[in-house]
C-alpha cells in the first residue's frame, strides 16, 4: 500500500509539472507568479500525502487537517492567482 | 404519478419510501425496548467484585442499593439517578455513606450514558466526578456555585450535576429526614441568549426588509453566526438534535437555554412564519461555503438532474444515519455533519473525511454541502413545502406559492 501511495504520488506529481509546463509554454509569467503557483501545487501534493498516509495508519483526523491546512491554502492561492494575474495575462497576450 | 411509475408501471417509489418509514418506526420501537434501564446489571458491570441488593428500608424514590462485599454489608450505599446530558439520557450511581451531619458522597459513576466520544473524553481527562468525592448531601450541587463545569463540555457537566442534586436532595429529604438548607439553581437569561436571541432578530429583519439597512444586516448576522453559533457556542443543528427531540433527549431550559432558543428559532420560523431562516442566515457552515465561495468565485452549476439525486442521496443517508441513531439510542453516532469537527475540532471516524470534501466542493459548487448531503436543510426545506401545501388546502393557493426554498 506505501509503495502505491509513492507511485501515485509520483504520477501526481508528473502531471503538475505537466500542467506547469504547459502554462510556461501558453503564457509569459512574472517570476512571483511562478514562485505562487509552484508553491501552490507543493502544497497541495504535500497535503495529499500527507492525507494518504494518515487515513492509512486510520488517523482520519490528521488526514482531514492535512487536507484542509495544506491542500485548501494551495488550491485557494492557485485559483487567486489564476483569477487576478493569469487569465488577465492570457487575455493581454492573445490580443 | 412519479417518474419512477411511468418508467415500470410500478409504484417502486412510494414501496422504497412506505419502507422507509416502516424501518425507521421498527428501528425507534427495538431501540426503545432494547434502552429498558436495568439498574443492576449496570452497577455490576462497573463494580464486578461486589454484590447489591435493593435497599428494602427505602422504598421511595431515589432508588437505593446496598453494597455486600463476601457477605458483609458496607457502610455505603448506592443511590440511582437518572438525568439528561447533550446527548441523550445518562445513569448515575451515586456513593454514599452516613456521616454525624447527614450523609457525604463517596464516588460519582457513570453508569450510562449517550454523549459524544469528544465531550466525554473532555470529562474524564478533567476527572470532572472527582469533585462530587467527600461532599455533604446538602451542598448546592450548582455549576459555576460549588461545582466547577468543564470547558467545552458544559452542558453535559450541567446534566451531570443536574442529575446528581436531584437524587441526592431527594434522598437526603426523604431517606435522611433532612431539612433543605441547600438552594435551587435560579435560571438566568446570561449575555449569550441574548446574543443568539439578537441574531434571530436580526435575521428576521434581513430577510423581511429589502433596504439597505438590511443588507448590512446581513452581513453582520452572517459573521456573528460564525463567531457565535460556530466557533463560540458550537451550536449547529445536525441530524442528531432532530432525532433526539422524537426521543425524547430533550435537555431542560435551565441546562442548556441556547438549544431551546436555536431550536425555537430555526423550527419557529419554518412552522409560524414558513421560511428556512437557519439555512440561509444562521447555519455557520453555509457562511463557511459562502465565503470559500466567494474566495474562489467559481460556479460551477450542478444540473437539475443531478441536483434531484442528490436529494436522494440525503433521504438515503440520513436513513441510515437515522435508523442507527434509533437502534442505538444514541443520537452522536448517527450524525454525519461536519460541524463539530470544523468549528471545535471534535468528531469521529467517517466525519473526518467528510469536511475536507465538504469544504474543497465549496470553493467550486456554491453551498455544496448544502445541496448535496446536508440532512438538516433538506429537511426543514420539507417542513416548508408542507406547511405551505397545508396552508394552500385550507386557505386555497396564494399568489406567493412558489417561493424558492432552495439554497443558491
Redesign the interface.
Known amino acids: 500500500m506505501e509503495q502505491m501511495q509513492w507511485f501515485l504520488m509520483g504520477v501526481l506529481f508528473t502531471l503538475s509539472v505537466f500542467a506547469l509546463a504547459w502554462l510556461s509554454v501558453k503564457v509569459r509569467l512574472q517570476w512571483y507568479v511562478w514562485a505562487g503557483m509552484i508553491t501552490g501545487v507543493l502544497l497541495i501534493l504535500f497535503g495529499i500525502g500527507w492525507a494518504g498516509a494518515s487515513f492509512m495508519e486510520g488517523i482520519s483526523q490528521s488526514g482531514s487537517m492535512g487536507l484542509i491546512f495544506f491542500c485548501g491554502p494551495g488550491i485557494v492561492m492557485i485559483i487567486l492567482l489564476w483569477r487576478f494575474l493569469i487569465a488577465p495575462e492570457f487575455e493581454k497576450q492573445a490580443k | 404519478m412519479s417518474p419512477e411509475e411511468n418508467i415500470e408501471g410500478f409504484p417502486w417509489g412510494r414501496i422504497v419510501e412506505a419502507f422507509a418509514w416502516a424501518s425507521l418506526v421498527i428501528a425507534f420501537v427495538i431501540g426503545q425496548i432494547a434502552a429498558q434501564t436495568d439498574y443492576e446489571s449496570l452497577l455490576i458491570k462497573q463494580m464486578p467484585d461486589v454484590e447489591f441488593e435493593r435497599s428494602q428500608v427505602n422504598r421511595e424514590l431515589p432508588i437505593v442499593y446496598n453494597i455486600k462485599k463476601d457477605g458483609k454489608q458496607l457502610p455505603e450505599v448506592v443511590v440511582m439517578s437518572e438525568g439528561t446530558g447533550y446527548g441523550g439520557p445518562i445513569v448515575l450511581g451515586i456513593k454514599a455513606k452516613r456521616t454525624d451531619e447527614g450523609a457525604s458522597l463517596s464516588e460519582v459513576i457513570l453508569l450510562s450514558h449517550k454523549e459524544t466520544p469528544a465531550f466525554m473524553d473532555k470529562i474524564n481527562n478533567k476527572q470532572f466526578f472527582r469533585q462530587f468525592a467527600g461532599e455533604s448531601v446538602s451542598n448546592n450541587f450548582i455549576v459555576d456555585d460549588d461545582i466547577d463545569a468543564v470547558s467545552g463540555a458544559t452542558v453535559s457537566s450541567k446534566g451531570f450535576t443536574t442529575a446528581v442534586r436531584k437524587a441526592v436532595h431527594l434522598g437526603a429529604a426523604k431517606h435522611l429526614n433532612l431539612d433543605a438548607t441547600w438552594q435551587e439553581p435560579r435560571w438566568h437569561f446570561d449575555v449569550n441568549e441574548i446574543i443568539l436571541v439578537s441574531l434571530f432578530v436580526l435575521a428576521f429583519y434581513s430577510v423581511y426588509r429589502k433596504d439597505k439597512l438590511a443588507k448590512y444586516t446581513r452581513y453582520a448576522v452572517m459573521i456573528g453566526s460564525l463567531v457565535f453559533v460556530g466557533f463560540y457556542a458550537n451550536l449547529s443543528i445536525n441530524l442528531g438534535n432532530i432525532a433526539g427531540i422524537f426521543m425524547g433527549y430533550v435537555p431542560t431550559p435551565q441546562q442548556h437555554p441556547l438549544w431551546w432558543i436555536m431550536m425555537a428559532g430555526a423550527l419557529g420560523s419554518v412552522l409560524i412564519l414558513g421560511r428556512n431562516i437557519y439555512c440561509h442566515q444562521i447555519c455557520p457552515f453555509k457562511v463557511v461555503q459562502d465565503l470559500l465561495q466567494k ?4 460556479k460551477l452549476r450542478i444540473k437539475p438532474e443531478i441536483q434531484r439525486k442528490s436529494r436522494m442521496l440525503i433521504f438515503f443517508l440520513s436513513w441510515i444515519a437515522l435508523m442507527l441513531i434509533f437502534l442505538s439510542t444514541h443520537p452522536a453516532l448517527g450524525s454525519y455533519e461536519p460541524f463539530a ?1 470544523m468549528f471545535s ?1 471534535e ?1 469521529l ?2 466525519q ?2 467528510i ?2 470534501a465538504a ?2 466542493g465549496s ?1 467550486f459548487v456554491p453551498s455544496f454541502w448544502c445541496r448535496m448531503f446536508c440532512p438538516v436543510g433538506l429537511y426543514l426545506n420539507e417542513m416548508v413545502r408542507l406547511r405551505r401545501s397545508i396552508r394552500d388546502r385550507i386557505f386555497g393557493k396564494s399568489k406567493s406559492t412558489t417561493v424558492k426554498v432552495d439554497l443558491e
Request: neutral net charge; hydrophobic residues 60%; aromatic residues 12%.
Open positions: 474566495l474562489s468565485g467559481i469537527m475540532l468528531g471516524g467517517i473526518w473525511y469536511l475536507p469544504l474543497l470553493l
